[in-house]
Protein backbone atom coordinates (compact mmCIF):
# COMPACT_ATOMS: atom_id res chain seq x y z
CA UNK A 1 0.00 0.00 0.00
CA UNK A 2 1.57 3.24 -0.72
CA UNK A 3 2.36 5.89 1.99
CA UNK A 4 0.23 9.26 2.23
CA UNK A 5 2.11 12.70 1.65
CA UNK A 6 -0.67 14.54 3.28
CA UNK A 7 -3.00 14.28 7.04
CA UNK A 8 -5.50 16.12 6.32
CA UNK A 9 -7.05 17.66 2.82
CA UNK A 10 -9.29 19.28 1.51
CA UNK A 11 -10.58 17.86 -1.87
CA UNK A 12 -12.10 20.67 -4.11
CA UNK A 13 -14.46 19.49 -6.73
CA UNK A 14 -15.68 21.36 -9.84
CA UNK A 15 -19.59 20.79 -10.31
CA UNK A 16 -19.36 20.63 -13.99
CA UNK A 17 -17.05 17.56 -13.45
CA UNK A 18 -19.43 15.44 -11.66
CA UNK A 19 -21.79 15.75 -14.57
CA UNK A 20 -20.14 14.11 -17.28
CA UNK A 21 -20.13 14.42 -21.10
CA UNK A 22 -24.09 15.58 -20.47
CA UNK A 23 -22.46 18.77 -19.20
CA UNK A 24 -25.69 19.25 -16.72
CA UNK A 25 -27.05 16.76 -13.40
CA UNK A 26 -24.73 14.30 -12.20
CA UNK A 27 -23.62 11.60 -13.89
CA UNK A 28 -23.29 8.60 -11.02
CA UNK A 29 -20.70 6.56 -13.09
CA UNK A 30 -18.02 9.61 -12.49
CA UNK A 31 -19.48 9.92 -8.77
CA UNK A 32 -18.40 6.50 -8.34
CA UNK A 33 -15.48 6.24 -9.33
CA UNK A 34 -14.48 10.06 -7.25
CA UNK A 35 -16.02 8.09 -4.48
CA UNK A 36 -13.80 4.75 -5.00
CA UNK A 37 -10.91 7.61 -5.21
CA UNK A 38 -11.79 8.83 -1.97
CA UNK A 39 -12.08 5.41 -0.01
CA UNK A 40 -8.50 4.54 -0.99
CA UNK A 41 -7.46 8.06 0.25
CA UNK A 42 -9.39 7.10 3.78
CA UNK A 43 -8.18 3.71 4.07
CA UNK A 44 -4.55 5.15 4.24
CA UNK A 45 -5.61 7.45 7.04
CA UNK A 46 -6.20 10.68 5.25
CA UNK A 47 -8.87 12.57 6.78
CA UNK A 48 -11.06 14.62 4.12
CA UNK A 49 -12.85 17.04 3.44
CA UNK A 50 -14.48 18.07 0.27
CA UNK A 51 -15.92 20.91 -1.30
CA UNK A 52 -17.91 20.56 -4.83
CA UNK A 53 -19.09 23.88 -6.64
CA UNK A 54 -22.58 23.99 -8.33
CA UNK A 55 -21.82 24.62 -12.10
CA UNK A 56 -23.44 21.59 -13.40
CA UNK A 57 -26.74 22.67 -11.69
CA UNK A 58 -26.36 26.94 -11.63
CA UNK A 59 -23.29 28.98 -11.58
CA UNK A 60 -24.88 31.85 -10.13
CA UNK A 61 -24.10 35.43 -11.52
CA UNK A 62 -23.15 33.52 -14.89
CA UNK A 63 -26.99 31.84 -15.33
CA UNK A 64 -28.33 34.70 -13.80
CA UNK A 65 -27.19 36.66 -17.31
CA UNK A 66 -27.90 39.87 -15.71
CA UNK A 67 -31.79 39.46 -15.59
CA UNK A 68 -31.59 38.39 -11.88
CA UNK A 69 -29.87 40.39 -8.59
CA UNK A 70 -26.30 38.92 -8.00
CA UNK A 71 -27.23 37.87 -4.58
CA UNK A 72 -30.33 36.10 -5.59
CA UNK A 73 -28.31 34.25 -8.08
CA UNK A 74 -25.29 33.18 -5.92
CA UNK A 75 -27.68 32.24 -3.56
CA UNK A 76 -29.11 29.87 -6.52
CA UNK A 77 -25.98 28.63 -6.81
CA UNK A 78 -25.35 27.83 -2.78
CA UNK A 79 -28.35 26.06 -3.33
CA UNK A 80 -26.65 23.89 -6.31
CA UNK A 81 -24.12 23.04 -3.98
CA UNK A 82 -25.63 21.26 -1.52
CA UNK A 83 -27.32 19.55 -3.94
CA UNK A 84 -24.46 17.85 -4.95
CA UNK A 85 -23.26 17.60 -1.52
CA UNK A 86 -25.86 15.60 -0.53
CA UNK A 87 -25.78 13.37 -3.52
CA UNK A 88 -21.66 12.66 -2.99
CA UNK A 89 -22.35 11.94 0.62
CA UNK A 90 -24.86 9.72 -0.06
CA UNK A 91 -22.75 7.77 -3.00
CA UNK A 92 -19.61 7.47 -0.60
CA UNK A 93 -22.04 6.30 2.12
CA UNK A 94 -22.75 3.07 -0.45
CA UNK A 95 -19.52 2.91 -0.85
CA UNK A 96 -18.57 2.30 2.63
CA UNK A 97 -16.87 5.33 3.47
CA UNK A 98 -18.86 7.54 6.22
CA UNK A 99 -19.81 11.40 5.40
CA UNK A 100 -21.23 14.72 6.66
CA UNK A 101 -22.50 17.53 5.41
CA UNK A 102 -22.13 21.02 6.79
CA UNK A 103 -23.06 24.29 5.72
CA UNK A 104 -22.77 27.40 5.72
CA UNK A 105 -26.18 28.00 5.76
CA UNK A 106 -28.68 26.57 8.75
CA UNK A 107 -30.94 24.01 6.46
CA UNK A 108 -31.53 21.57 9.53
CA UNK A 109 -33.90 19.67 7.19
CA UNK A 110 -30.87 18.74 4.95
CA UNK A 111 -27.72 18.74 6.67
CA UNK A 112 -25.42 20.06 9.97
CA UNK A 113 -24.73 23.90 10.22
CA UNK A 114 -21.07 24.36 9.54
CA UNK A 115 -18.87 25.29 12.70
CA UNK A 116 -14.98 24.06 12.88
CA UNK A 117 -15.11 22.12 15.90
CA UNK A 118 -17.93 19.93 14.79
CA UNK A 119 -15.66 19.69 11.33
CA UNK A 120 -12.53 18.64 13.30
CA UNK A 121 -14.66 16.34 15.11
CA UNK A 122 -15.87 14.40 12.20
CA UNK A 123 -12.85 14.55 10.45
CA UNK A 124 -10.86 12.85 13.63
CA UNK A 125 -13.30 10.48 13.48
CA UNK A 126 -12.66 9.41 9.96
CA UNK A 127 -15.97 10.68 7.89
CA UNK A 128 -15.64 12.51 5.32
CA UNK A 129 -16.89 16.34 5.76
CA UNK A 130 -18.67 17.59 2.71
CA UNK A 131 -18.50 21.19 2.95
CA UNK A 132 -21.92 22.85 1.42
CA UNK A 133 -22.84 26.67 0.48
CA UNK A 134 -19.87 27.97 0.09
CA UNK A 135 -19.24 30.71 2.42
CA UNK A 136 -22.62 31.10 3.30
CA UNK A 137 -22.01 35.28 1.59
CA UNK A 138 -23.05 36.28 -2.25
CA UNK A 139 -19.85 37.28 -4.18
CA UNK A 140 -17.72 34.72 -3.03
CA UNK A 141 -16.85 31.76 -5.57
CA UNK A 142 -16.35 28.19 -4.41
CA UNK A 143 -12.83 27.97 -4.48
CA UNK A 144 -12.80 30.59 -1.88
CA UNK A 145 -15.19 28.72 -0.36
CA UNK A 146 -12.69 25.84 -0.58
CA UNK A 147 -9.75 27.89 0.36
CA UNK A 148 -11.61 29.07 3.48
CA UNK A 149 -12.41 25.93 4.77
CA UNK A 150 -9.25 24.21 4.06
CA UNK A 151 -7.34 26.98 6.26
CA UNK A 152 -10.11 26.57 8.92
CA UNK A 153 -9.78 22.75 9.62
CA UNK A 154 -5.92 23.14 8.60
CA UNK A 155 -5.51 20.85 6.07
CA UNK A 156 -1.81 20.20 5.14
CA UNK A 157 -2.97 20.93 1.03
CA UNK A 158 -5.51 21.87 -0.84
CA UNK A 159 -6.24 20.00 -4.11
CA UNK A 160 -8.26 21.57 -6.91
CA UNK A 161 -9.41 18.69 -8.91
CA UNK A 162 -10.28 20.39 -12.14
CA UNK A 163 -10.81 20.00 -15.82
CA UNK A 164 -7.53 21.08 -17.11
CA UNK A 165 -4.37 19.48 -16.20
CA UNK A 166 -2.62 22.08 -14.18
CA UNK A 167 -2.01 25.52 -14.45
CA UNK A 168 -1.47 27.16 -18.07
CA UNK A 169 0.22 30.02 -19.29
CA UNK A 170 -3.18 30.79 -21.48
CA UNK A 171 -6.23 28.84 -21.92
CA UNK A 172 -4.57 25.54 -23.43
CA UNK A 173 -7.96 24.82 -25.40
CA UNK A 174 -7.45 28.16 -27.27
CA UNK A 175 -4.22 28.39 -27.59
CA UNK A 176 -1.80 25.81 -28.77
CA UNK A 177 0.94 27.05 -27.76
CA UNK A 178 0.47 27.70 -23.87
CA UNK A 179 2.89 26.57 -21.48
CA UNK A 180 2.15 24.07 -18.39
CA UNK A 181 3.77 25.16 -15.14
CA UNK A 182 4.92 22.27 -12.63
CA UNK A 183 5.11 25.08 -9.74
CA UNK A 184 4.19 28.49 -9.35
CA UNK A 185 4.29 31.01 -6.09
CA UNK A 186 1.04 32.80 -5.08
CA UNK A 187 2.79 36.33 -6.48
CA UNK A 188 3.88 34.42 -9.76
CA UNK A 189 -0.42 33.32 -10.64
CA UNK A 190 -1.50 36.88 -9.35
CA UNK A 191 0.84 39.05 -11.09
CA UNK A 192 0.09 37.00 -14.43
CA UNK A 193 -3.38 36.48 -13.90
CA UNK A 194 -3.18 32.73 -14.70
CA UNK A 195 -6.63 31.17 -14.46
CA UNK A 196 -6.05 29.01 -11.00
CA UNK A 197 -8.67 30.04 -9.20
CA UNK A 198 -10.14 33.62 -8.61
CA UNK A 199 -8.05 36.46 -6.49
CA UNK A 200 -9.84 36.04 -3.85
CA UNK A 201 -8.99 32.31 -3.22
CA UNK A 202 -5.63 32.42 -4.26
CA UNK A 203 -4.88 35.40 -1.78
CA UNK A 204 -6.78 33.54 1.01
CA UNK A 205 -4.46 31.06 0.54
CA UNK A 206 -1.42 33.54 -0.05
CA UNK A 207 -1.94 34.89 3.46
CA UNK A 208 -2.34 31.64 5.38
CA UNK A 209 0.79 29.56 3.62
CA UNK A 210 -1.45 26.85 2.28
CA UNK A 211 -0.35 24.67 -0.24
CA UNK A 212 -2.49 24.46 -3.62
CA UNK A 213 -2.25 21.85 -6.21
CA UNK A 214 -4.11 21.68 -9.56
CA UNK A 215 -4.42 18.96 -11.44
CA UNK A 216 -7.17 16.94 -13.88
CA UNK A 217 -10.28 14.93 -12.61
CA UNK A 218 -10.74 13.21 -16.06
CA UNK A 219 -9.03 10.52 -14.11
CA UNK A 220 -10.50 10.05 -10.21
CA UNK A 221 -7.54 8.04 -9.38
CA UNK A 222 -5.30 11.48 -9.71
CA UNK A 223 -6.49 12.34 -5.99
CA UNK A 224 -4.81 9.49 -4.62
CA UNK A 225 -1.67 10.01 -6.49
CA UNK A 226 -1.54 13.77 -5.65
CA UNK A 227 -2.30 12.42 -1.29
CA UNK A 228 0.56 10.05 -2.01
CA UNK A 229 2.94 12.80 -2.99
CA UNK A 230 3.69 12.01 -7.09
CA UNK A 231 3.89 15.03 -9.14
CA UNK A 232 1.07 15.79 -11.44
CA UNK A 233 -0.83 18.99 -12.28
CA UNK A 234 0.68 22.18 -10.90
CA UNK A 235 1.85 23.08 -7.40
CA UNK A 236 1.35 26.65 -5.84
CA UNK A 237 2.84 27.34 -2.73
CA UNK A 238 5.16 29.71 -1.10
CA UNK A 239 9.36 30.10 -2.25
Given at each position: ???????????????????????????????????????????LGVQIGLVI??????????????????????????????????????????????????????????????????????????????????????????????VLRGVEIEA????????????????????????????????????????????????????????????????????????????????????
Amino acid sequence: MPERKYDRVLLKLSGEALAGDAHRGLDFEIIGQVCNAIKDCAALGVQIGLVIGGGNFWRGAKDGADKMQRSHGDAMGMLATLMNAIAVADALEKHGVEARVLSALEMPKFCEYFTRDLADRYLKEGKVVVFACGTGNPYFSTDTGAVLRGVEIEADAILMAKNVDGIYSADPNVDPTAVKFDTLTYDEVLARHLRATDTTAMTLAMDNHMTLVCFALKDPQNILRVVCGEKIGTIVKED
